[in-house]
């Protein structure tokens, strides 16, 4: 997409559980070629924003667009082979089953029918491209030597690279990571965010949720702070740090 265009636009984006109102009316966008972090204290909503957006929870009220076209309502799995790639806080990978075919079952989501059936009765050539694809995204989250290891194996941080290389697997025009960093260490946050900035450069926006501070204030571009389900800012790095009401929402309370 050309920069400046949204690539994602949320509009007055709502979620109630019974009388909990878990996201209030969240407005925010990311644009061609960002990265915009999703912040905010524990239960502010920034899972069940993400859970709205890839249509896995259906919204109570507002609307979801993607390079335009309005997504709201749309099953899943309509969503992520429109290009909406994402991993889950709580890290979901099929345990017995080898990394390098966790990798590729983000490719079969883009076969011509099912995964089940495109598990089932593909064709060697396309076997061949999906795993050829597959191996190409574990080296780029350096995991290449990992490919035959069984997936509950690996360090939960690894766990969330084989995830990311999986989403990456989608081909996606816009990629949604929650909470990427957790469980990593420093050397691998270093290599994660370089990682994640040349995703960015080829032309994939991103938006994560994540609470290490340095590491988001360190790669983003531009924050959306929630809190209590509602939007408290939005701006740069920078700004968002000497922000009162963003402060107070995470000392304060
Ligand atoms: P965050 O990811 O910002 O920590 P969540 O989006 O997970 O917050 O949760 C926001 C609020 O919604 C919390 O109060 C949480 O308990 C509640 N919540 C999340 N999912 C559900 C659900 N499936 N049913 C009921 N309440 C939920
Ligand atoms: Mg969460």
Request: proline share 3%.
């Amino acid at each position: 997409p050309p920069k400046g265009e949204d690539v994602l636009r949320v509009s007055k984006l709502r979620k109630t559980f019974g009388g909990l109102v878990a996201v209030n009316d969240v407005s925010f966008s990311v644009g061609a070629g960002e990265i915009v972090g999703l912040i905010g204290p524990n239960g502010a909503g920034k899972s069940t924003s993400f859970n709205l957006i890839t249509g896995v929870l259906a919204a109570s009220a507002g609307e979801v667009r993607v390079r335009g076209e309005d997504i709201t309502g749309w099953p899943a799995r309509r969503i992520a082979r429109l290009g909406v790639a994402r991993t889950f806080q709580h890290v979901k990978l099929v345990h017995g089953m080898s990394v390098i075919d966790n990798v590729a079952l983000g490719r079969h989501l883009l076969g011509r029918a099912s995964a089940v059936r495109g598990a089932l009765r593909l064709d060697r050539e396309e076997e061949a491209a999906i795993f050829a694809e597959a191996h190409r995204q574990l080296a780029r989250v350096g995991l290449a030597e990992h490919a035959d290891a069984i997936a509950s194996e690996l360090a939960l941080g690894q766990q969330r690279l084989v995830e990311i290389a999986r989403a990456l697997c989608l081909d996606p025009v816009l990629l949604l990571l929650d909470e990427p960093a957790a469980g990593l260490r420093h050397n691998e946050k270093v290599a994660l965010a370089d990682l994640l900035r040349k995703v960015r450069d080829s032309g994939v926006s991103i938006l994560l949720v994540e609470h290490d501070m340095d590491f988001v204030m360190g790669l983003t571009d531009r924050l959306v702070v929630m809190n209590f389900g509602a939007e408290l800012a939005q701006g740069r790095p920078a700004e968002i740090q000497r922000n009162p009401a963003v402060l107070e929402a995470y000392l304060g309370s």
